[in-house]
């Protein structure tokens, strides 16, 4: 996209000066320094042979070992079990900060790591983008091409990153360094947002105006172009200069629906000494508040919101949350098993005054012997057990059909019949699950051959 507004022109000149392109080049210092920092280092384990994530060569291990010492390379690998594993990749996000003329810019990188067994384990270093923003808040991004299949919108911004499609892999910053071209993009663009990363270049400039914030090269695993559109003159600024960096994240990126809930209890959790620091993830903390508040707790109540041990009063509330779930939904069972017992009741009244003359009906041949369903329960029972729908569609309901069950001589139910007695024939004849069994054709022949009883017992109740 080319330059259009009187910003994008100005960072488009100033990123096209030849002494900004000399020095925009990944130095030798820069690379090692990515080289230092990202080792994927593992040893995948199949029996007790392992292979070494940085050099692919394979050597034995001990039982039980968890970090080993690779014998050809000297590096120190974790231990981790494969299931025949022989590709290994990951990848991050890391950044750069520097700055040009007024505007501070912040580069970002694509590292990934691509180990094979029997090859030596590679590191590809992408720059993806660079965004440029002045003190007075406006955004310029300068970015490569997407790569990706069209149907992805955007790309993750996890650890991992590889797409499957056809049992293949797709890296959506493929093509050679000298084919890439790097223009103007839409900075709201959801593909250069929300990244996670993971390093930041220590050789760091910043502009002055962005460190009476507090903004530093250190951003706590956070998007320093994130950090410098959203901290200034806002809650989180206080947060971040105090060192509490949980809590400066959640007052710069949670919903409004959070901070209006959650975010005074957080400021009494904080007045009481509660460490939000110890957190792993601060949704861990919003859960927590609002399952308590769901359990009826007073969630402004500091013995609440700022418990001594947070991970068994966490626990604590997850399990009182499971057992009001499990009471609830046996409540919900009773009241349904109750509905069900006043209806079957009206429909066994009914039934029986419908089938009065068939409930005595039986007759047996071929070691086979067949009685009409005597009451809804039965019904109910069958559909249950022989996994057949003669219950949840009402079939005591239907005036016009009778419903007959042939057993074997042990008694075990082998299919259910249905009659109609206006045509006088059968409808349909179920084994367990809607299937035939072994004697279909007997069952079949031997109510055909009853169905002048069957016409001779309906004449009798009419």
Known sequence: MKPRTKYEREVWDLYN??????????????????????????????????WCSECGQSFEVAKGATEVVCPHCGETLKVVKS???????????????????????IKTYHVEFDG???????????????KWINEEGHVVVIARNLK???????????????????????????????????????????????????????????????????????????????LVLNLPNTEAETYWKAGEYMLASFFMFASDYNKRDYGPSIKV????????????????YIDYLRLSKQLGRDIHNPSVVAPADFNAAHQQVIDETARRREREEQRRNEEERRRRAESDKKAQAAYEKDKANFLKLTFSAQGLTFHVLQNVSEF??????????????????????????????????????????????????????????TRHAD????????????????RASA
């Open 83 to 105: 299931r025949r594993q022989k590709i290994t990749n990951d990848a991050n996000y890391i950044q750069e900060l520097t700055t040009c003329g007024r505007w501070q810019v």
């Open 17 to 50: 000066r030849p002494g900004y392109l000399r020095n925009n080049r990944m130095t030798p210092a820069f690379m090692a320094w990515v080289k230092a920092q990202y080792k994927y280092s593992e040893a995948s384990l199949v029996a007790k042979t392992a």
């Open 269 to 284: 959790a904080r007045r009481h000494g509660f460490n939000f620091e110890q957190l792993e993830k601060m949704n861990d």
């Open 443 to 458: 069952i079949i022949n031997i109510v055909n051959n009853n169905m002048g009883l069957i016409k001779k017992t309906a």
């Open 116 to 130: 094979h067994r029997g090859f030596k384990g590679g590191i590809y270093i992408h720059r993806v983008y660079e």
């Open 380 to 437: 109910y029972e069958i559909g249950s057990k022989m996994h057949i729908c003669v219950y949840s569609l009402r079939y005591y309901e239907k005036k016009s059909s009778l419903i007959l069950c042939a057993s074997d001589k042990d008694g075990k139910r082998v299919e259910i019949i249905e009659v109609d007695l206006k045509g006088w024939r059968i409808i349909q004849s179920r084994a367990a699950c809607n299937k035939a069994s």
């Open 148 to 226: 990706t299949f069209p149907s992805y919108q955007r790309i993750p911004w996890s650890f991992r990153y590889t797409f499957h499609k056809n049992n293949s892999e797709y890296d959506c910053w493929s093509g050679k360094e000298q084919e890439v071209t790097f223009s103007i993009k839409r900075p709201e663009g959801t593909y250069y947002e929300d990244w996670n990363i993971q390093h930041v270049y220590p050789v760091a400039r910043i502009q002055p105006w962005l460190k009476r914030y507090g903004l530093t090269k250190d951003t706590h695993g956070l998007d320093f172009g994130d």
